[in-house]
């Protein structure tokens, strides 16, 4: 299998860890050889209910004996995607009232771009460095990371950076900008939080301007951080918010959401404005809608933030400099990337999956799924300070 892998599956990176997985069940992977690993990644956030979680098992199995995809998006009324809008709205602040379901959170952000420049007339859109949010061309366009985007350029034009935290830079978002895109906590770059009201800033200067904020919760949102939208954290309410990941427990999805005058303007002038093929598939949203409902229902996004304060008590040693981020969405800093790579890599030997992030080479990725235990992040740190103290100066 593993060779086939290599050799008819396309790869992302010269050496990827190609575990072979026999199967997944609540915090655990088990490979082929039945060895457990207790999964401190989720997926790369996405799986927030765990592996396998039996209320979006049976959402989907039950949608499964109704109907799979009957039309593109938009045209035919199907419950599962109604249900599912109908309770997100609920659960947002106004003015956001109406979603667009898509196939990934990439493609959210592409839809996202274009209302922005459908709604104001302008082209420029304005992101921050650092910044990652996807890998289409467009997206990849407002990546605030040259050396991912070097090989593929021409990109879309008209994209302008600022720095993220700097409220001085905030002077380069004019009336020539269209909108502005920011992750509500920086991902790639480290699980960097907003400080001092930034967000807030930024929206203020947006409205003076006439520009649209987009916030990335691709990552944060669906109770990652103790609020259903990391947004909710920090005092500030975009014009657009932009989801996945986590949306569809397991299942792959993206959205993007904003009042109802914006998103109907890519209904005419021109039509079909945003289109696609399997947004909104009835089963993905059979997915997304038990999820919501079992993350809005029960206690998860409170516990998350005590399941947080574990982890920094647990997490103590001379080679961390920092954690940092919110709720289930953590980063350990490290005194430098090959202490990281030990980490993870020695980790996966004791059978607790960590990650890497995607431009800080000293973090390492701790983001589990919302449903772990106390005692199973006991385990897990546990075997985290066991790797650590076999790390020699």
């Not at 399997?278 to 993350?295: D, K, N, Q, S």
């Not at 399941?307 to 997490?315: G, I, N, V």
Request: net charge neutral; glycine share 8%.
């Amino acid at each position: 299998m593993k060779e086939d892998f290599f050799t008819y599956q396309a790869q992302t990176t010269p050496h990827p860890l190609a575990m072979e997985i026999s199967h997944a069940d609540g915090s655990y992977i088990y490979d082929t050889n039945n060895k457990a690993y207790l999964d401190f990644v989720a997926g790369v956030s996405a799986c927030s209910l765990g592996h396998k979680h039996p209320r979006v098992v049976n959402a989907i199995k039950a949608q499964l004996d109704k109907y799979l995809h009957v039309m593109v998006y938009g045209e035919y009324v199907q419950k599962t995607a109604v249900e599912f809008t109908k309770l997100l709205a609920s659960q947002l602040p106004n003015p956001l009232e109406k979603t667009y379901l898509t196939n990934s959170g990439t493609e959210a952000i592409e839809g996202a771009m274009k209302l922005a420049k459908r709604v104001t007339g302008r082209s420029e859109l304005i992101a921050a460095k650092h910044a990652y949010h996807g890998n289409t061309q467009g997206a990849m366009s407002i990546m605030g990371f040259e050396e991912r985007k070097s090989a593929f350029r021409p990109l879309l034009p008209a994209i302008n950076f600022i720095e993220f935290n700097n409220e001085a830079d905030l002077a380069k978002i004019t009336t020539k900008t269209a909108g502005v895109i920011l992750e509500t906590i920086q991902g790639g770059a480290g699980f960097i939080e907003p400080k001092n009201d930034y967000l807030k800033k930024v929206k203020q200067r947006c409205e003076e301007v006439g520009a649209l904020l987009i916030l990335d919760e691709i990552q944060p949102g669906f109770g990652r951080t103790g609020k259903l939208f990391g947004f909710q954290n920090y005092n500030s309410v975009p014009d657009i918010v932009v989801m996945g990941k986590g949306m569809g427990g397991g299942m792959p999805v993206g959205a993007f959401t904003a009042s109802a005058e914006l998103m109907d303007s890519l209904q005419d002038q021109p039509k079909l404005g945003h289109i696609t093929t399997f947004g909104g598939h009835p089963v993905i949203a059979a997915a997304c809608l038990a999820t919501l409902r079992e993350i809005t229902e029960s206690d998860l996004m409170p516990k998350t933030l005590e399941k947080e304060k574990l982890f920094r008590s647990l997490l103590h040693h001379k080679y961390i400099d920092e954690i940092r981020g919110k709720g289930l969405m953590l980063s350990l800093i490290m005194k430098n990337s090959a202490i990281a790579n030990r980490i993870i890599l020695g980790c996966q030997e004791e059978g607790l999956i960590l990650f890497w992030l995607l431009f800080e080479p000293k973090a390492v990725r701790i983001t589990p799924p919302l449903t772990i235990s106390s005692a199973e992040i006991r385990q897990g740190c546990a075997i985290i300070m066991k790797v650590l103290n076999t790390i020699e100066d």
